[in-house]
């Protein structure tokens, strides 16, 4: 319901809405990142005159929008200091199983496109193995962040994600597994 048709509503009912700057303030948030996200996109698709609406494919972003939560939050990491960087095995059952073998293959693709740093991940019966090495193996501040940033950090290293969100949404053919 527009904001003018509940002020009337309540206005009509004697609840006059007061003019301060607390009647006029509405809610931002969507309540949950995933749907805020979809959101976002529907916006934007809506707002492009050159969207080409028999293309749309939001089930596909809400899907790796799944995968993205199951990685996140479901999977196990155990990470191990190598030279140059870290290895990681990415375990997990059910969804979550296939979640991470679908992000982190493609991902560490991808990565190797635009990263300073070595990224291979291979799958295993468990989920999958991810290395990741410094281009400079004697750069001992590149090596401790890549560290840091572990497998998770990797993963959202950059702004690829917002792109890929699109593209994913207007049903563009690529790599649907990020």
Do not use: C
């Not at 992000?103 to 190797?112: T, Y």
């Amino acid at each position: 319901i527009p904001v003018s048709a509940l002020r009337a509503q309540h206005e009509h009912a004697g609840m006059g809405m007061a003019h301060d700057s607390t009647a006029a303030a509405m809610p931002t948030q969507p309540g949950q990142a995933a749907f805020g996200t979809i959101q976002e996109i529907v916006r934007i698709l809506e707002a492009d005159p050159k969207t080409d609406w028999s293309k749309v494919n939001l089930e596909a972003l809400r899907q790796h929008l799944i995968d993205m939560d199951d990685v996140t939050m479901h999977a196990r990491i155990v990470q191990r200091d190598i030279a140059g960087g870290f290895e990681a095995d990415v375990t997990g059952g059910g969804r979550t199983l296939g979640a991470i073998q679908r992000m982190l293959v493609a991902h560490a693709h991808m990565m190797n496109t635009v990263a300073a740093y070595h990224v291979t991940a291979v799958k295993t019966a468990a989920g999958a193995r991810m290395t990741v090495t410094a281009v400079d193996a004697a750069d001992a501040g590149e090596i401790a962040k890549l560290r840091g940033l572990g497998v998770i950090g990797v993963l959202v290293d950059g702004d690829h994600h917002p792109r890929h969100h699109l593209a994913l949404a207007r049903g563009e053919s690529m790599d649907h597994s990020m």
